[in-house]
Structure formats: C-alpha cells, structure tokens
C-alpha cells in the first residue's frame, strides 16, 4: 500500500486511484491533495468556449447577422467548487492566462484558481479580442495603438506602474518589483503585447457590456466576478443589475457612486437605490505597491461608502500585508500565488467556496 | 489489489496512481487507458497563452508599441506525444473548441486531441481575435459583419454548407446532416457567432501568417499543421517557408500552383522551387459532403500536382468512406470523432505520432 503515501487521501478518505475510476464514469470528487498542488497536473472535466448575450439584427427582407456578443473560455475542474469565478480583463485575458514552458512556465490565475477547484470562465466582451463581430463598426482607426503605448503602459501612474522608461534610455524595472524574472526580455515583450484595440469609445459600451454579463450569469449561475483595472465600472453595473453576481473581487478598478456621495474628481454616478445592491454582496478591493495616494484615498472611500450604507466591502493594499512590488498587473507577478491566497481567504470568509 | 483492476496500466506497466505522483515531480508519463477515453478528464501538465511574432515600431524620440502579433493558446498534456498541433482557424477559434455541458457539451478537436494526447496550439493570426494589436488601422468599417452574413454562411456554396436559408423562411439543414442536434436552435446561433471581423484586405496579410506562424514553430518546435478553409493557403505558403512543418493536414481548403501548372480560375501561384517543398511532407486534404464537383476536381488536382512532383498528398472525400452530411465545419460536427480517426490514421501513418 505505499502507493498511497505517494498519493494522499482525498476528502472521502479513498486513494485517487480510485477517484480517478469513479471520475471517468462522470462523477466528480474532492481531489487529493497532490492534485491541489502548484505543480500537479490540471485534472479537467470539460472545456472549450462560447458565445453569450448578442443580437441578431435582421433587414426588412429577413436577411440577418449575428453580432454584439462577448466570448467566453470555460474551464471546469474535476470536484469543482460550487461557485464560479469569471475573470474579466482589462485589456487582453492574457492578464488571467499562465505562460508557457520556454517562457519559464509562471502561472496565472486561471491555473491558480482552477488548482484551487473553481469552475472559471474567462470573458472577451463584445466588440474585444475574440468577440469583435460587433454590430457597429468600432473607430478603429483613431482609436489604433500608438507609438509611445508602451512607454505610457510600462510607466504611467495610472497605467501598469512597472518603473520607470524615458526614451532612449531603457525600460527601469522599479525596485523591489514582483515582475517575474526575465533575463532576455521575453516576459516585458509579451505583457507589453498583452491588449486589445479598446471598445469602449461608443457610449453604450459599458451598458453594454453589464448587459452581456447578466445574460452570461443566467446560463452559467450565480458566479464570483474578478475585475481589473478598466473593467472594474462595468464590473461594477453588472453587480447592481444582476442578483447572479454573489461577490466582486477587482484589482485596483475604476469606482462608480451614488447621488450626493461624490468625491471631487470622480464621474461615474448611480442612484443610491442602485448603489445599495452593492451592499449586499461581499467586495474586496486589491491595490499594489506604488498606488498613487490619491487614487488609494479613493479606494477608501469606496469601501467606506459600502460599509456606510450596511456593506460587506474590504480594501487590501497589499504593502500592509508585508507584499511590496506589486503594479497594476499583480495577478501576473511573482508573488501571485500569495495575491491569490488574499483572494481565497477572503472568499473562504464567505462562505464561498463551498464544494 | 482490485483497484488496479479499474484504471488499468500504463505502457509502462505501473498503475496510474504512482505515474500521476511521478508527474507531480516534473515527469510525464504515457496515459492509463482511460484517461485516453472520450469522457475521462482531461489531464493537463501545462496550458496558457502567448504573443508569438510581432513588430515593434519606434519613432524618432524612441516611442515605441509592439503590434502585428499573433496569439496563441496551448494545451500540454501529461504523458504528451512528441510533436504538436498547430489548429489555425479560418473565421474563429471556436471551430476547434468544445461546447459548454449547458449546450450539450459536443467535444470539438481541442479536446478530442488533447485526448489523443497531442499538444495543442490553437492560433490567433495577428489583427485577428486575440491578436488585433495590429501596426495597422484596419478597414473594418467597409470589412464589418453586414445583414446577409448568416445566411451566406449558412447556406452558400463556398461557405459553410449547413443547408438552404431563404427569408423568411427559416434555416434548413441539409438531410442526413452531421450538424449536431440543436432543438433549441442555440448551437447555431454559436456557429453563426464563430467568425470575426477579416484581416486579408491588407496586401500584406497571407505573407505577414506565414511569417508568423513560421516565427511561432522556431518557438514551440517543428508541428503539425492543421489548416481549414481560409487558412489553408497561407498554411501552404507557411509549410514553404518553414521547414518545422512536418505535415499539413487542411479541411477544404484553397490551393496554390507551382507556375506553368496552374489550373483554370485560379490565381495563387509560386515558383516550381518553392511549391517543391510541398512535397517533402505528408499532406492529407478532407473534403465533406456536397462539395461542389468543380471544387472537388481542382482539390484532386492539387493533389496530383503535388504527387506528380514526388509528394505524400492524400485526399480523403468523406463520403467515400460512408461518412455523409458533413459540411465545410466538419470538425465541429456529429461524427467529429471519425473524421478524427482519419487525421489520426494518417498521422500514424506517416510516424508522426510518437510519444
């Protein structure tokens, strides 16, 4: 029986061999705990993608085209955890996604959470990435990358916060920084390539996208959402439109606020009938190192507003819990799997994570 | 010892439960028997997403942005076979991704050949999809998806070949179809939604693939090809360029012509010495049902052409082997899984598929 050592015992006290059996006959189980490791192999039940939300937008001669939907990858694990979490990008999924063995192999928080025993979903919406068939033909052209993107990506305060880059000269990692280890250059190379055209210059983009989101959650169930950065407002209005969002997690997102509760300098506002869905699921904010005080002072009073109307809000600025190094893209960094267990206690906390 | 008895023994006679705590430890290992099956979890040593290729364009100040990617999403099995798969899509990755369970969970070539244990690359050309950071504004406002679109795809003769569509009358699909069965009418309105917005009016586009995809296997290693439709001529032109591809394996796709060989009404076409190349690796052509004759005569003149040169080239016209109702998605549909054995066959024939 020694086998068994090697394995571990899964939560019903079987060896995985023989979970492994039931598995095949499509049941599901609890893993064994070597399965949960970092370095285990993924054990999937299904995966692959779909479309959700869209119109169909017929002439008057019935002629038609299917468009305006968002685009999601999915990924159930064997013994998956009941809830699912949809990560929501800001600018390409590859913020979610691992790299690959000859680019050392880091693991994001896809890996990490479908590790963990969660059902994830990740999302392109409408008129992005995967899901560009949009209906309207997005002004591309003046809204293009332009030369200088990387410099205001690498170094903006209010972009990712990796250093500092002042051409000629290269790009300064700052110092500490959890970006991963990258001699050559590859791993800067690939987030700097890590975005999409934006969608977001017509004005029914962020309804827009509130309203495919609801229509994911009706076909997928009630689900966690993680947001980052641009993502955070619409994030922000698929929680008030949908009873289907149980919990928001957001890395350093954008805020919205209701009527009469406006920090200067803020815009996005909502009346406070809205505002209050937001105090009826837990919220945890994360912010990296280096965040702008001023931008840290709003997180404040975003989670102070929460809680002030009978909220459930946390604010995580990850520096107090002894993580420095952070930027904006902290699920992609060395530390991640840390950032991640902040994201697990927290949904733990909540009852969430339940099998 | 009786639970040796349900999973089965490995090649190497071990029972799976010691192989999967040796994986644990960086090792891959050859897959148990049921792990191979159809409805076994998946089990995954590694899997993400990177750019491959790319530009980067700098002004005179130093400004830079990186542009003209591709995408790439890859899918490592434990216990992997030695060389990968390469899936180049036509009009949308989800010709190669499997449906959710809440839309019947039809497993596509993904899975089927992460299964087969085969490492998968699904790819994203650049200004396409995931990878449309291009260098370029491209036209889509004269290149969007117009009202006509679904039927075109549905029932055009050069499209997609699903049935016969006239407004307003409704959808019908041809009988006996392979389309998979759809009550609800959801699994074509994924088809309907499996396309993006073109990236070929640029004069440079079927070059920039093929140096791309060329840039792609000098990272991952010499690969399979598996072209379909739209990318089957720059897959040809890739396979020319690239000595790393081992194989090509395309569904109904365009052709070029070595010069002075060129049949009637087509365009394509490449010097005698390059088109040669095509002829130092195995090539399997799969046709469907209901291909047009003339269609059907010019693959089959590819095919010898190729041949008369020297070549490996198969052409595989599914009905001759009693597989009917296929259309021109014929690796999303029912009988998936035969068309499969027949891509396998080959690959096995041609000593491809060693592990």
């Known amino acids: 029986m020694s ?3 090697l394995v571990g015992r899964s939560a019903y006290g079987l060896p995985a061999v023989i979970l492994l059996a039931v598995a095949t ?3 599901t189980f609890a893993a064994s705990s070597q399965q949960q490791g970092q370095n285990a192999p993924l054990v999937i039940e299904s995966e692959g993608s779909f479309a959700f939300a ?3 937008e017929t002439d008057a001669t019935g002629q038609s085209r299917h468009c305006d939907h968002g685009y999601a990858d999915f990924s159930l694990p064997v013994g998956a955890r009941k809830v699912p979490i949809v990560m929501w ?3 390409s999924v590859k913020t979610w996604t691992s790299d690959p063995p000859f680019l050392g192999g880091h693991q994001n928080f896809q890996d990490i959470f479908l590790r963990r025993k969660w059902p994830v979903y990740i999302i392109d919406l409408p008129r992005q990435g995967r899901a560009n068939y949009g209906c309207f033909a997005l002004d591309y052209v003046s809204n293009w990358p332009q030369v200088g993107r990387d410099q205001r990506t690498f170094a903006g305060a209010v972009a990712w916060r990796l250093g500092t880059w002042v051409p000629p000269g290269p790009p300064t990692f700052f110092n500490p920084s959890q970006f991963p280890d990258d001699p050559t ?13 934006d969608n977001e210059q017509l004005p029914d983009a962020f309804p827009l996208e ?3 989101v609801s229509k994911l959650l009706e076909q997928i169930g009630a689900s966690i959402l993680f947001t980052h950065s641009g993502s955070g407002y619409p994030g922000w209005l698929t929680a008030i439109k949908s009873p289907k969002v149980l919990s928001v997690v957001s890395f350093e997102p954008g805020y919205l606020w209701p009527e009469g509760e406006v920090p200067p300098g803020q815009t996005r506002v909502v009346p406070l009938a809205d505002f209050l869905k937001l105090t009826k699921i837990p919220i945890e904010i994360i912010i990296g190192d280096r965040y702008p005080a001023a931008s840290l002072a709003i997180a404040k009073a975003f989670v102070d507003t929460v809680n002030k109307h009978g909220g459930n809000a946390k604010l995580i600025y990850l520096p107090d819990l002894g993580m420095f190094g952070n930027s904006h893209i902290m699920m992609m960094e060395k530390n991640n799997v840390q950032v991640a267990d902040v994201v697990s206690q927290f949904l733990n906390e909540n009852g969430l994570d339940k099998h």
Chains 1, 2 share one sequence.
């Open 3 to 5: 086998h068994r050592k």
């Open 25 to 27: 006959s499509g049941h």
């Open 54 to 56: 869209g119109k169909v």
């Open 89 to 91: 990008h800001s600018t």
């Open 185 to 197: 250059g590859a791993l800067l190379d690939q987030t700097l390539r890590a975005r999409y055209p």
């Open 210 to 212: 509130a309203d495919s």
